[in-house]
Every structure is written in structure tokens, then in C-alpha cells.
């Protein structure tokens, strides 16, 4: 496609319940993202792919969450037992190697 | 740990009126220094910058880098209600991907 997407756009939860958010890269990108962004606060890096390379997961904040990304592109991001704390948007971003990064529209999600 | 700090952290101006928003920067090894505009959710890419002194400008925007004081300026001129936005600064290192983001600056501009 012509940018990143991520689904869903909007997830509303309960504390407890895994949720899965996906992202598809721009066509081409051999790098993806995931970073959060909580009320109020800046963008928070979560967890780097690039290529075949292993993941850099040393953004994530715990144990819970994990990211996957099948067949070099499109890739999710797994919370296991939500809390409300997550709450949050999540955001996708991939680029062509180390170049500059571009954003999808991100999903934000809801922890009740 | 790399550091992002954005000022002011909201502005509200009037159509037409210039802004300047700043955005200092504690990192190692610094490679480069984006600016982001978000509108909704997805930031869009305004400007990378990776040497001091050398103004990006597209349109009404530009941006400068000084090294030296470890900053960088966002300027907008004749602004418009559609530039109302949250801006964000980010650092990346030489020595790695990431992106370090500031809070932003939110930028209000009425008619």
C-alpha cells in the first residue's frame, strides 16, 4: 500500500483480556516499529524488527506484551492480560533500513 | 539515557502570527534530529537534520540545528488554523534506531 495501516483503529477491553494489534509496513520496508504513546506523554520505543535480524525487544515493558513479524512484513503486537495502564495509542512505523521512519495511523486502545 | 525536551509545551496564536517552538536534546553518539507533525495520531515527517547550521524549509516551515547548544528551532510563519497540531522533536543515535521522542508542543492556532 502507499503507508503504513494498522488495525483495528479503535479496541475497547476488558483488564484481563489479550488483544492483538496488527501493522503492514509500507511495500518495500525492510524495518518496522512499534512505539506507545500514552495521554500525555511522548512516544515511547517498544520494540525494533529489521530484516532477518532478531527483534530489539528492549522497549517493551514487560513480560506481557510481544511482537512478532511473519514473513519480514506485516506484524503483531500481542498484550497478554491487559491492564488499564495500557491503555494507550499504539503506533507502527517502518522505513528502508535506518532511513526516516513513517507512521501509520496507529490503534488506540482502551483497558476498562 | 537520551533526553528530549520540547518548550513550550502548548501555544495558542492567532492566524497569521510566527511561532518558534524549541526542542533541546541530551544524547550519545547523536545522528539525527527529526520534527514531527501530529495531527489525530499517525506524526507526520517534516525534517530530518543532521548538520548544524544548515536550515530545512518546506513552505512556511523550516528548522535549524545547532550542535553546539545541543537544540534545534521549528519556525512556522503565517500560520494557519491547519497548522494546529502537536509537534514532536526526536533524537536517534548513530549507534542505533530508536527514536527518542519529546512530549511535543501544541500548537493552537484560532482564526
Known amino acids: 500500500g502507499a503507508g503504513v495501516s494498522q488495525s483495528p483503529s479503535n479496541k475497547v477491553t476488558e483488564k484481563g483480556k489479550d488483544v492483538e494489534l496488527r501493522c503492514d509496513p509500507i511495500?518495500?520496508?525492510?524495518?518496522l516499529y512499534w512505539y506507545r504513546q500514552s495521554l500525555g506523554q511522548g512516544l515511547e520505543f517498544l520494540i525494533y524488527?529489521?530484516?532477518?535480524?532478531?527483534?530489539?525487544k528492549s522497549g517493551l515493558p514487560s513480560d506481557r506484551f510481544s511482537a512478532e513479524r511473519t514473513g519480514g512484513s506485516v506484524s503483531t503486537l500481542t498484550i497478554q492480560r491487559t491492564q488499564q495502564e495500557d491503555s494507550a495509542v499504539y503506533l507502527c512505523?517502518?522505513?528502508?533500513?535506518?532511513?526516516?521512519?513513517?507512521f501509520g495511523p496507529g490503534t488506540r486502545l482502551l483497558v476498562l | 539515557e537520551d533526553k528530549v525536551v520540547q518548550s513550550p509545551l502548548s501555544l495558542v496564536v492567532h492566524e497569521g502570527d510566527t511561532v518558534t517552538l524549541n526542542c533541546s536534546y541530551e544524547?550519545?553518539?547523536?545522528?539525527?534530529l527529526l520534527w514531527y507533525k501530529q495531527e489525530k495520531k499517525a506524526p507526520t515527517f517534516l525534517f530530518m537534520l543532521?548538520?548544524?547550521?544548515i536550515e530545512k524549509k518546506s513552505g512556511r516551515l523550516s528548522s535549524i540545528l545547532d550542535k553546539k547548544e545541543l537544540s534545534s528551532i521549528l519556525n512556522i510563519t503565517a500560520t494557519q488554523t491547519g497548522d494546529s497540531a502537536i509537534y514532536l522533536c526526536?533524537?536517534?543515535?548513530?549507534?542505533?534506531?530508536?527514536?527518542?521522542f519529546g512530549k511535543g508542543t501544541l500548537l493552537t492556532v484560532n482564526p
Open positions: 524488527f529489521q530484516g532477518n535480524s532478531a527483534p530489539d
Open positions: 511495500s518495500g520496508h525492510t524495518a
Open positions: 526526536a533524537v536517534e543515535r548513530g549507534s542505533n534506531y530508536k527514536l527518542t
Open positions: 544524547v550519545t553518539n547523536f545522528r539525527s
Open positions: 512505523a517502518s522505513s528502508y533500513g535506518l532511513e526516516t521512519q513513517y
Open positions: 543532521t548538520s548544524s547550521g
